[in-house]
């Protein structure tokens, strides 16, 4: 994936806008050949890294903590022991996901950001190579 938007800020505004959709919209965000729940938590953690390099010092402290709650949960989602929950199926049902899309909500309303779909062209995916 390569990003269309050149701004850490936005770009992370967008990762987290679209933690926050509920699973029919998640999946539609994404490329058929796309795993979408790779693709959303591959999308924060990027976009988070970056965001913070440029950014950290004018958060405050309850929009730093939203952040960590946020990557916490996807945190204790990951292994193996948890393959299970990176799945459409899982998307759509797990509590676990649920989770997610609210801690993505707070951290939207904690930046003052909308609580609204990310731009579709937002990101160019490559998919896979035709024999």
Not at 5 to 11: F, G, H, S, T, V
């Amino acid at each position: 994936m390569t990003w269309n938007e050149p701004d850490p800020a936005r770009r992370f505004m967008w990762a987290i806008q679209a933690l926050a959709l509920d699973a029919t919209e998640q999946l539609q965000l994404f490329p058929e050949f796309a795993e979408p729940t790779d693709e959303l938590e591959l999308d924060q953690a990027q976009t988070q890294a970056a965001f913070l390099e440029s950014s950290q010092s004018l958060l405050s402290a309850e929009q730093l903590q939203a952040i960590a709650d946020l990557d916490a949960q996807l945190d204790a989602m990951a292994g193996p022991e948890n393959a299970a929950l990176w799945s459409d199926e899982a998307l759509e049902a797990a509590p676990e996901w649920q989770r997610v899309r609210a801690l993505a909500a707070a951290l939207l309303r904690q930046m003052g950001w909308p609580l609204e779909a990310p731009p579709r062209d937002r990101a160019i995916y490559v998919g896979p190579i035709s024999e």
